[in-house]
């Protein structure tokens, strides 16, 4: 949890900075911070402070780079330095992902609820 919080740093975020890690065998296989996607300015909240609607989650970043990588997250474990949102949960099953960890709680538990119904484990680390 601690390298998935100094990875977190990497956001340019300035409302929530979120940090990812998959971890498979001992090895960390992907890495993702919340953030825009690759080529768009890095620049997360509008005028008003609200996110950007193309902003996409640390969760989502480490899986889809796993997708062009040639490793896969089949039985991994993600660390992830707040609870995932719904959408976020969805790719994790999808992924093969067998364990999820995270050090903050968010309001919504749609996320959580979601990744418990499928079995998948589910460790709270409060920080």
């Known amino acids: 949890m601690r390298m998935a919080r100094i990875w977190a740093e990497n956001s340019y975020c300035q409302r929530r ?13 992907s890495d993702g911070y919340n953030g825009t996607p690759t080529g768009f300015e890095n620049v997360c909240e509008d005028e008003n402070n609200v996110s950007k609607p ?24 993600i660390y992830i330095t707040a609870s995932p949102c ?3 949960a969805k790719l994790i099953i999808q992924a093969g992902i067998k364990r999820v960890v995270y050090g903050e709680k968010y309001r919504l538990t749609d996320g959580i609820d979601l990744l418990k119904r499928a079995g998948i484990e589910v460790i709270f680390l409060e920080v």
Do not use: F
């Open 54 to 77: 193309y902003v996409l989650h640390a969760e989502a970043n480490a899986i889809t780079k796993l997708a062009r990588s040639n490793n896969n997250s089949d039985g991994a474990t």
């Open 86 to 88: 719904i959408e976020c």
């Open 17 to 29: 900075q979120v940090g990812a890690l998959v971890v498979k065998d001992k090895m960390i296989i």
